[in-house]
């Protein structure tokens, strides 16, 4: 007659279902707060930076190359779980979706998972030297400080999450040569710079609204559009000339690979640069802003190749 609700017993199989549940429902949103993919991209990195710096991809030694990996993606995590914990009043306005605004993990929660993925990323480094140690340390620090506070100083926090694009390549050259870090690593760690600052002076034009209305003080916000697009242009024209001079420095064996990928690169990055000098609207940044990720991608094979 009276209908019976499902037992929540611990030996009940319900339990255990709805467990299962909520442990795929957790998981998934700590990867989403986590922006997993962003970690894997920069184990990649590393990789490209390990292989730089061992001489070539056969020389890659797998033990330390793994565990540079997880220290990248440890660190990886830890500050974008952390820029979420920070940014959580932003996001309530402007990106409803993310997994704490919606509830789905709570803010006690994320801390933990970030400041976990912090420390494991900081103790693991420090079985790998004291300078692969400094690199991430330097990451975490100028990350953080992203995070908490320079996150709205436009520039400044512009050359911040460049340096931390660009760093992966580093830490896994310095992972495998230790001191003795090859030129050409230095190189592709430049690039990587310069092309990581110019997109994000660019992502300031498309952004400019929003910034605005948040006080994010970019150079499209501070100094207009016009001079955000030039500026964005000149350094990736920069990076452009780098990855030129690079050549020098690529075996012959890899020059012919290399060759092909860069010139790809160098294309997207040019065409963006004369779309910018040319017409510096939203509608021009925003393709732009789209164009350098695919170059930047390219970039990354190019690296790879030259290993």
Not at 125 to 135: D, F
Not at 156 to 169: E, M, Q, R, S, Y
Not at 177 to 205: H, N, Q
């Amino acid at each position: 007659m009276f209908s019976k609700r499902p037992s929540t017993s611990k030996n009940t199989p319900c339990f255990y279902h709805w467990t299962r549940v909520r442990f795929v429902v957790k998981l998934n949103a700590i990867l989403r707060l986590a922006r997993i993919e962003h970690g894997l991209i920069a184990a990649f990195a590393t990789a490209v930076g390990y292989a730089v710096g061992a001489g070539g991809w056969f020389s890659v030694e797998k033990i330390p190359l793994a565990v540079a990996a997880i220290v990248t993606i440890a660190v990886e995590v830890g500050l974008f779980v952390f820029n979420d914990v920070f940014n959580l009043e932003e996001d309530r306005v402007n990106a409803p979706e993310r997994p704490l605004v919606k509830g789905e993990i709570s803010v006690k929660e994320a801390v933990a998972v970030g400041a976990i993925s912090l420390a494991l990323g900081g103790v693991l480094a420090g079985t790998l030297g004291p300078l692969a140690l400094t690199i991430v340390l330097l990451a975490i620090s100028t990350g953080m400080a992203y995070n908490i506070r320079m996150k709205k100083s436009g520039l400044p926090g512009n050359v911040i999450v460049a340096l931390d694009t660009a760093l992966p390549f580093l830490l896994g050259a310095v992972v495998a040569s230790g001191a003795k870090v090859p030129i050409l690593a230095y190189l592709f760690t430049l690039i990587a710079f310069l092309a990581a600052l110019g997109r994000e002076i660019l992502k300031g034009i498309v952004d400019l609204d929003g910034d605005r209305k948040v006080g994010i003080r970019t150079i499209a916000a501070t100094k207009g559009e016009a001079f955000a697009a030039r500026l964005s242009s000149s350094i990736l024209l920069a990076a452009i000339t780098l990855s030129i001079i690079a050549l020098a420095f690529v075996k012959e064996s890899a020059l012919l690979a290399y060759t092909a990928l860069v010139s790809a690169t160098d294309v997207l990055f040019a065409y963006a640069t004369a779309s910018l000098f040319i017409n510096s609207d939203k509608i021009t940044a925003e393709r732009g802003r789209r164009i350098t990720l695919v170059a930047m991608f390219a970039g990354t094979l190019a690296f790879a190749a030259a290993a």
